[in-house]
C-alpha cells in the first residue's frame, strides 16, 4: 500500500522567503507524485505533478518539486513567498497500477504568510 | 475544455434526513470519478470511484452511498445522515495514465 507523510501540519514563512514543504512517500512501484494547493473553502487546484521525465518539475505559480528516489521524497519549494501563498498544499501518490489510478493524498501542510 | 460541477456549495442538514449531492463533469467522456471527503483538520480520505456507468468502489465502509448513472454524473447519498458525516466533500474526475485528478469546489456539509 502506498502512503505520503507531510513534515509538519503547519509552516509560517515571511513574505519573500524561502517555501519548503516536505513530502515524503511509501510506494513498491515507481510512483507518480502530485502537489495541489486549497484555498478556504474551495476544490483542489494541481500545482505540479512528476511522472518519471525529469526529477524536477516546475509548476504554477513559481513552485517546482525534485524527485528524490534515494530518499523516497518530494519537497515542494519556492524562493520568494507571496502574500497569496497563504494555503494549504497536499502531496499525493498515484499507483497505476491500480485499479482506478486512485490518489493517496498526505495529511496537508497549511501556509502562513507573515508580511 | 473540461470543467466540473458540484453542488450545492453548502448545506446544513438535521441527523437522519437524507442527503444527496452531484457532480457534473463536462468536456471529457469515459472519465474515473470519484468522491472524497474532508473532515476539519484532517487530510483527504477517498470514499468511492467509479471507472464506468454503473460501476463503484468503496473504499471505506460508512453510511453513505454513491451511484453514476449516466458517463459524467456522480452522486454521494445517504439514507440517514449521522453528525459524524460532517465534512467538506469533494468530487474529482481523472483521465488514464498519469493525468491528475481535477477537482470541483467541494461543498460543505454540516450535520446539526
Known amino acids: 500500500a502506498q502512503s505520503v507523510t507531510q513534515l509538519g501540519s503547519h509552516v509560517s514563512v515571511s513574505e519573500g522567503a524561502l517555501v519548503l514543504l516536505r513530502c515524503n512517500y511509501s510506494s513498491s512501484v515507481p510512483p507518480y507524485l502530485f502537489w495541489y494547493v486549497q484555498y478556504p473553502n474551495q476544490g483542489l487546484q494541481l500545482l505540479l505533478k512528476y511522472t518519471s521525465a525529469a526529477t524536477l518539475v516546475k509548476g504554477i505559480n513559481g513552485f517546482e518539486a525534485e524527485f528524490k528516489k534515494s530518499e523516497t521524497s518530494f519537497h515542494l519549494t519556492k524562493p520568494s513567498a507571496h502574500m497569496s501563498d497563504a494555503a494549504e498544499y497536499f502531496c499525493?501518490?498515484?499507483?497505476?497500477?491500480?485499479?482506478?489510478?486512485?490518489?493517496?493524498f498526505g495529511g496537508g501542510t497549511r501556509v502562513l504568510v507573515k508580511p | 475544455s473540461q470543467t466540473i460541477h458540484q453542488w450545492p456549495a453548502t448545506l446544513v442538514q438535521p441527523v437522519g434526513s437524507p442527503l444527496s449531492l452531484e457532480c457534473t463533469v463536462e468536456?471529457?467522456?469515459?472519465?474515473?470519478l470519484y468522491w472524497y471527503r474532508q473532515a476539519a483538520g484532517r487530510g483527504l480520505q477517498l470514499l468511492f470511484y467509479?471507472?464506468?456507468?454503473?460501476?463503484i468502489s468503496s473504499e471505506v465502509p460508512q453510511n453513505l452511498s454513491a451511484s453514476r448513472p449516466q458517463d459524467r454524473q456522480f452522486i454521494l447519498s445517504s439514507k440517514k445522515l449521522l453528525l459524524s458525516d460532517s465534512g467538506f466533500y469533494l468530487c474529482a474526475w481523472g483521465g488514464q495514465g498519469n493525468s491528475p485528478l481535477h477537482f470541483g469546489n467541494g461543498t460543505r456539509l454540516t450535520v446539526t
Open positions: 467509479s471507472v464506468g456507468i454503473g460501476q
Open positions: 468536456g471529457t467522456s469515459n472519465p474515473n
Open positions: 499525493a501518490v498515484s499507483d497505476l497500477r491500480a485499479a482506478g489510478n486512485k490518489l493517496t
